[in-house]
């Protein structure tokens, strides 16, 4: 799908920009080729001022969008969810993040879930940002409970880890 995409855009790179903050932050197009965060209208100023392009910049690309099938099912669908690593503190919650060695190898959120599960931790979210969108990939786990010091050991010694952040 990312190879579409990018060969879908390749002649607009200022395009492909805003299709790319558009992936990275959940933002979704209206059936009238407006730009939406869960159906909520965000003025393409903003996009466009948020990335350094111009407002035509944006509303070409979300008209792009919808011209093409399988981009108007993507991004006529998309939904932001909340990202409660960031609330972490205030709600009680720990957080590890698990940056891999490499982010295309198959089995580090397995491996890391089967860590968890051996010691009983409940997860409340886990999310894993995007190899193709991000620079530095990673897996976040949120759960209730403290981490003790044994998981966090345990998931550093996984052979697809490069580091742990807690």
Known sequence: MWSEIVDEFADSPSQGRVVKFLLENGFGVSAEGRIVCNGIEIPATQIAKAIGTDR???DATAQHLLRVDLLRDIFTNMRATPDLSRL????GLSVITVIPKDAGEKGIVGAAMR??????????QIFVTDPYLALEPKLVIITDEKYPPEVIEQIRA???????II
């Open 115 to 124: 860590v968890l599960s051996l010691h009983d931790l409940s997860i409340r």
């Open 88 to 91: 972490a503190d205030p709600l």
């Open 158 to 164: 996984l052979p697809q880890v490069k580091s742990v």
């Open 56 to 58: 035509r910049v944006v």
